[in-house]
Protein backbone atom coordinates (compact mmCIF):
# COMPACT_ATOMS: atom_id res chain seq x y z
CA UNK A 1 0.00 0.00 0.00
CA UNK A 2 1.09 3.48 -0.85
CA UNK A 3 1.63 6.42 1.91
CA UNK A 4 1.19 9.70 2.53
CA UNK A 5 4.85 11.37 3.68
CA UNK A 6 4.73 14.67 4.85
CA UNK A 7 7.58 16.16 4.23
CA UNK A 8 9.11 19.24 5.74
CA UNK A 9 11.97 21.17 7.03
CA UNK A 10 12.07 22.60 10.35
CA UNK A 11 14.84 25.22 12.24
CA UNK A 12 16.27 23.40 14.91
CA UNK A 13 13.85 24.99 17.49
CA UNK A 14 11.13 23.46 15.62
CA UNK A 15 9.57 25.97 13.42
CA UNK A 16 8.89 25.58 9.58
CA UNK A 17 8.72 29.12 8.96
CA UNK A 18 9.32 32.47 10.88
CA UNK A 19 6.29 34.61 12.26
CA UNK A 20 6.47 36.55 9.16
CA UNK A 21 6.21 33.51 6.99
CA UNK A 22 9.74 33.64 5.74
CA UNK A 23 12.06 30.91 4.84
CA UNK A 24 15.22 32.51 4.06
CA UNK A 25 16.62 30.51 6.84
CA UNK A 26 16.48 27.08 4.55
CA UNK A 27 19.83 25.72 4.13
CA UNK A 28 19.03 24.22 0.51
CA UNK A 29 22.32 24.05 -0.89
CA UNK A 30 22.82 21.28 -4.51
CA UNK A 31 23.82 18.51 -2.38
CA UNK A 32 19.98 18.78 -0.51
CA UNK A 33 18.13 19.93 -3.46
CA UNK A 34 19.68 16.75 -5.54
CA UNK A 35 18.52 14.80 -2.25
CA UNK A 36 14.90 16.10 -2.96
CA UNK A 37 14.65 15.55 -6.29
CA UNK A 38 15.93 12.14 -5.79
CA UNK A 39 13.09 11.15 -3.57
CA UNK A 40 10.41 13.80 -5.06
CA UNK A 41 10.63 11.98 -8.56
CA UNK A 42 9.67 8.44 -6.84
CA UNK A 43 6.15 9.73 -5.50
CA UNK A 44 3.32 9.47 -7.41
CA UNK A 45 1.83 13.15 -6.32
CA UNK A 46 1.82 15.82 -4.53
CA UNK A 47 -0.40 16.96 -1.86
CA UNK A 48 -0.80 20.73 -0.78
CA UNK A 49 -3.08 23.51 0.72
CA UNK A 50 -3.53 26.17 -1.30
CA UNK A 51 -1.03 28.54 0.48
CA UNK A 52 2.01 25.95 -0.37
CA UNK A 53 0.12 25.37 -3.89
CA UNK A 54 0.04 29.26 -4.94
CA UNK A 55 3.98 29.43 -3.82
CA UNK A 56 4.86 26.44 -5.64
CA UNK A 57 2.91 27.60 -8.90
CA UNK A 58 4.32 31.09 -8.43
CA UNK A 59 7.97 29.99 -9.21
CA UNK A 60 8.23 26.46 -10.46
CA UNK A 61 6.16 26.44 -13.75
CA UNK A 62 9.06 27.67 -15.49
CA UNK A 63 12.27 28.10 -13.42
CA UNK A 64 14.50 26.40 -15.82
CA UNK A 65 13.37 29.06 -18.16
CA UNK A 66 16.40 30.87 -16.57
CA UNK A 67 19.64 29.77 -17.87
CA UNK A 68 21.20 30.57 -14.48
CA UNK A 69 18.97 28.66 -12.71
CA UNK A 70 21.74 25.90 -11.15
CA UNK A 71 20.57 22.21 -12.25
CA UNK A 72 18.89 20.53 -8.98
CA UNK A 73 16.49 24.03 -9.82
CA UNK A 74 15.95 23.36 -13.14
CA UNK A 75 15.55 19.69 -12.75
CA UNK A 76 13.01 20.16 -9.87
CA UNK A 77 10.70 22.53 -12.44
CA UNK A 78 10.41 19.56 -14.46
CA UNK A 79 9.60 17.29 -11.80
CA UNK A 80 6.92 19.51 -10.24
CA UNK A 81 5.51 20.34 -13.43
CA UNK A 82 4.38 16.81 -14.33
CA UNK A 83 3.58 15.24 -11.04
CA UNK A 84 0.57 15.11 -10.55
CA UNK A 85 -0.68 17.61 -8.12
CA UNK A 86 -4.15 17.26 -5.79
CA UNK A 87 -4.87 21.40 -3.91
CA UNK A 88 -7.06 21.12 -0.38
CA UNK A 89 -8.79 24.62 -1.22
CA UNK A 90 -12.15 25.97 -0.24
CA UNK A 91 -11.45 29.11 -2.12
CA UNK A 92 -9.27 28.30 -5.25
CA UNK A 93 -11.64 27.95 -8.36
CA UNK A 94 -9.03 26.47 -10.33
CA UNK A 95 -5.35 25.26 -10.59
CA UNK A 96 -3.25 24.64 -13.69
CA UNK A 97 -0.27 22.58 -14.01
CA UNK A 98 -1.80 18.82 -13.78
CA UNK A 99 -3.80 19.97 -10.60
CA UNK A 100 -6.82 18.97 -8.83
CA UNK A 101 -8.85 20.94 -6.80
CA UNK A 102 -10.47 19.17 -3.64
CA UNK A 103 -12.55 21.01 -1.05
CA UNK A 104 -12.65 18.81 1.88
CA UNK A 105 -9.69 16.36 3.01
CA UNK A 106 -12.50 13.40 2.96
CA UNK A 107 -10.50 9.93 4.28
CA UNK A 108 -12.22 7.68 2.04
CA UNK A 109 -11.31 9.95 -1.12
CA UNK A 110 -7.69 9.98 -0.22
CA UNK A 111 -7.21 6.28 0.56
CA UNK A 112 -8.30 5.48 -2.69
CA UNK A 113 -6.08 8.34 -3.87
CA UNK A 114 -3.22 6.22 -2.33
CA UNK A 115 -4.53 3.01 -3.89
CA UNK A 116 -4.76 4.58 -7.08
CA UNK A 117 -0.74 6.04 -7.39
CA UNK A 118 2.34 4.92 -8.95
CA UNK A 119 4.32 5.70 -6.05
CA UNK A 120 3.64 7.38 -2.35
CA UNK A 121 2.51 10.77 -2.16
CA UNK A 122 4.20 13.65 -0.81
CA UNK A 123 1.65 16.25 1.39
CA UNK A 124 3.48 19.57 1.63
CA UNK A 125 1.96 22.78 3.92
CA UNK A 126 1.16 22.98 7.40
CA UNK A 127 -2.30 24.12 7.48
CA UNK A 128 -3.48 20.87 5.36
CA UNK A 129 -0.55 18.49 7.48
CA UNK A 130 -2.96 19.89 10.62
CA UNK A 131 -6.19 18.02 9.22
CA UNK A 132 -4.06 14.62 7.61
CA UNK A 133 -3.08 14.57 10.91
CA UNK A 134 -6.24 14.85 13.19
CA UNK A 135 -7.71 12.24 10.90
CA UNK A 136 -4.62 9.93 11.06
CA UNK A 137 -4.11 9.76 7.54
CA UNK A 138 -0.10 10.73 7.72
CA UNK A 139 2.09 7.01 7.34
CA UNK A 140 5.67 8.66 7.59
CA UNK A 141 7.46 11.83 8.16
CA UNK A 142 10.07 13.12 6.45
CA UNK A 143 12.28 15.94 8.55
CA UNK A 144 14.57 18.22 7.46
CA UNK A 145 16.34 19.65 10.43
CA UNK A 146 18.28 22.82 9.31
CA UNK A 147 20.80 23.66 11.74
CA UNK A 148 19.65 27.21 12.94
CA UNK A 149 17.61 28.84 15.38
CA UNK A 150 14.60 31.10 14.65
CA UNK A 151 13.65 31.78 18.04
CA UNK A 152 9.81 31.83 16.98
CA UNK A 153 7.48 31.26 14.39
CA UNK A 154 4.98 28.18 13.51
CA UNK A 155 5.21 24.88 14.31
CA UNK A 156 4.30 22.07 11.77
CA UNK A 157 2.63 19.77 14.69
CA UNK A 158 -0.37 21.05 16.31
CA UNK A 159 -0.94 20.90 19.80
CA UNK A 160 -2.50 17.32 20.31
CA UNK A 161 -3.80 14.67 23.31
CA UNK A 162 -2.76 12.28 21.21
CA UNK A 163 0.50 10.52 21.28
CA UNK A 164 2.01 9.22 17.66
CA UNK A 165 4.19 6.32 18.22
CA UNK A 166 7.02 6.48 15.62
CA UNK A 167 10.04 5.25 14.38
CA UNK A 168 13.22 5.99 12.69
CA UNK A 169 13.88 4.04 9.64
CA UNK A 170 16.76 6.39 7.90
CA UNK A 171 18.46 9.52 8.93
CA UNK A 172 21.17 11.28 7.14
CA UNK A 173 23.58 14.23 7.76
CA UNK A 174 24.25 16.35 4.39
CA UNK A 175 27.44 18.40 4.51
CA UNK A 176 25.56 22.25 4.93
CA UNK A 177 24.43 20.18 8.66
CA UNK A 178 21.05 19.85 7.31
CA UNK A 179 20.05 16.16 9.44
CA UNK A 180 17.02 14.56 7.48
CA UNK A 181 15.05 12.47 9.79
CA UNK A 182 12.63 9.47 8.18
CA UNK A 183 9.98 8.26 10.31
CA UNK A 184 7.12 5.75 9.96
CA UNK A 185 4.12 5.31 12.08
CA UNK A 186 5.01 2.76 15.22
Known amino acids: MRKIIMMMSVSLDGYF ?3 NREIDWHR ?3 ELHGHFNQRLRAMGGFLSGRVTHELMAGFWPDADADPD ?3 PVAEFAGIW ?5 TVYSRTLERADWNTTVKREVVP ?3 E ?6 DGDLVLGGADVAVTFSRLGLIDA ?3 YVHPVLIGRG ?9 LTALRLVDSRTFGNGVVGLSYTRA
Open 17 to 19: EGP
Open 28 to 30: VDD
Open 69 to 71: APA
Open 81 to 85: RDMPK
Open 108 to 110: AEV
Open 112 to 117: ELKARA
Open 141 to 143: YDI
Open 154 to 162: RSPFPDTDV
